[in-house]
């Protein structure tokens, strides 16, 4: 009976950290489209027209990450079928080949043209706008692989966030965001059957 009732508790938590990774991960992709759609491609047509098919990306995959977000939320909570995963991985493969497409025209169509047609000191500013409409969960996912001393200096400069606000609040998102994300999720693709968030040793912010 033990034995059945750890693997049932493993499946629940194997379903809902699979569910709440994919939340978070959609929200990325979501805001990213968001962002390019009303402040990239608008500054970019300042000098250069975008190519049409980068916007049209954005539909086609929104209609993907649609089908993707109904297969996750389609895990039950202690019993899902072998249907549900094949339905789930094939959304995903999907997605997958969809956005990596698109991730690959934007590195070397997007990001040529961008550089080529305008200076860093030109972007800052949607830089700087795209970083102030973002959740403390963006923030942690955006900051969060510079490691500290990159994120404090692309604070410092781009940003111009003062030093008492980058201690106090985002950093300690940014750790918060590791501990309770992406800790979680590196113990679900390496098979754990279960991972324990840390208790927080104390922090001002929410990452949600």
Known sequence: MLSLAARLHARV????QT??????????VHFHHENEEKLVFPFLTTKVAPPPKMSADHVSLATVLELLDKAFKALQASVYSQSELEALSASFEAMEKDMCDHLKEEE???????????????????????VE???P??????????????AKLWMTETL?????????LLLPAVRKYAREVTKPFDA????????VVEPPPGCACSIM
């Open 19 to 28: 569910q709440s990774c994919s939340n978070l991960s959609l929200h990325h």
């Open 13 to 16: 938590w194997h379903a809902t």
């Open 137 to 150: 969960s963006e923030f942690g996912w955006v900051a969060r692989p510079m490691g500290e001393a990159k």
């Open 188 to 195: 679900l693709l390496a098979g754990a059957k279960e991972y």
């Open 133 to 135: 409409s973002a959740p």
């Open 108 to 130: 070397d169509v997007g990001l040529p043209l961008l550089r080529h047609h305008f200076t860093l000191k030109e972007f800052k500013p949607v830089e700087k706008k795209i």
């Open 160 to 168: 111009k966030v003062p030093g008492l606000v980058q201690s106090m």
